[in-house]
């Protein structure tokens, strides 16, 4: 099949709607307003630190919601057994997912672990994986194919601090590459700004089916492991050009397109990341279609409740009391307009 056109600015993430409303906030009902300015103050608030403790109020509201998940009663018996083939699949030991949000490979095959990537899905239309391990490349890619995936977010450098984080997984000179029946081939590579993300085209195809896809693989290569993101104006580009690619081919190949995210472990950043992405499609949400109602955009700036929603779905999604302020941060910028986005 032929790739994908450019995104159309009709089918961005509604990054420029969400703009335009926030941009006229004079004009937003009253409840909306006092739903932001709430949530302004609750983050400046969570910036305190505890004079005993010295933890600010991010630490503290991040390490309850934690323990609430990871302390639970069947917490340990949720993730997915392991075995001795599952456990060459998983790029860290301590990374596993849960069973009941487990991507399960289809396979012929009856060999234990043949089902098996470190991989769950996440609602609102994404798969949270690790960066594949050598022995789970050809996984990644019946993954990809099996999903109807059209878009992969890395969130990661191959290395970093001299640590592998990623395994390269197409060959970087356009060589075609046979994964056990999925074909990969790199069409081409761009860097479309100076923010530091790579967007690259990938043609995938699946042996005997007359069918192939061009997958759009963008990489950002600016946010450290464990870490946050110094220059948020990376992320509206980023996340225009995801949900575009992702809408584009749902609405070209008629299937519930999802994006893969990944960064190294595919929780830390890549839990942020989404987290991101669901809390501004929920106050664009609440902005265009409820008219701003007090409890849409309670709801809409609720970022306890999402990231406890993420965690619910795979492990330890956003890894630091960092990460999880980066989250308020983020949102308190989109809301209050005074730095850029």
């Known amino acids: ?10 089918a961005d993430s509604g990054i420029a709607s969400l703009r335009n409303a926030l941009a006229t906030k004079e004009r937003l009902p009253s409840a909306a307003s006092a739903a932001i300015d709430a949530f302004l103050a609750t983050t400046q608030r969570l910036q305190h630190r505890d004079s ?99 878009v992969v977010l890395m969130l990661t450098n191959f290395v970093e601090s001299e640590r592998l984080k990623a395994d390269l997984y197409w060959d970087p000179r356009g060589e075609t590459v046979d994964f056990d029946g999925i074909t990969v081939k790199l069409m081409d590579e761009q860097h479309p700004t100076s923010l530091g993300f790579i967007v690259r085209r990938l043609k995938v195809w699946k042996d005997g089916s007359g069918e192939s896809r061009v997958i ?16 948020f104006r990376v992320v509206a580009p980023m996340l225009d050009a995801v949900n575009s690619y992702r809408d584009e081919a749902s609405r070209r190949y008629k299937v519930d397109t999802r994006v893969v995210v990944h960064c190294s472990a595919g929780i830390g950043r890549s839990g ?40 619910s779905q795979r492990p330890g999604m956003v890894q630091t009391p960092g990460q999880y302020q980066m989250i308020y941060q983020y949102l308190a910028a989109v809301v209050s307009d005074n730095q850029p986005w």
């Open 216 to 231: 759009q693989h963008i990489q950002l290569t600016t946010w450290p492991d464990h870490g946050v993101l110094r220059d």
């Open 272 to 311: 942020t990341f989404i987290a991101i992405d669901i809390l501004l499609k929920q106050l664009r949400q609440a902005l265009m279609d409820r008219a701003g109602s007090a409890e849409a955009m309670k709801q809409a700036l609720d970022i306890p409740r999402v990231v406890y929603s993420l965690r």
């Open 52 to 150: 005993r403790s010295g933890a600010s109020g991010f630490e503290r509201e991040y390490m309850e919601l934690c323990w609430s998940i990871d302390k639970a009663p069947g917490y340990e018996a949720a993730l997915t057994v392991q075995t001795k083939a599952t456990k060459a699949k998983n790029r860290y030991r301590d990374v596993l997912p849960f069973e009941k949000t487990r991507v399960k490979l289809q396979t012929a095959s009856s060999q234990p672990g043949d089902d098996y990537i470190n991989a769950n899905y996440i609602d609102g239309g994404y798969i949270a994986c690790c960066a594949p391990v050598p022995a789970a490349i050809r996984d990644f890619w019946h993954m990809i194919w099996q999903c109807d995936v059209h």
């Open 1 to 10: 099949m032929d790739a994908l056109p450019t995104p159309s600015p009709a």
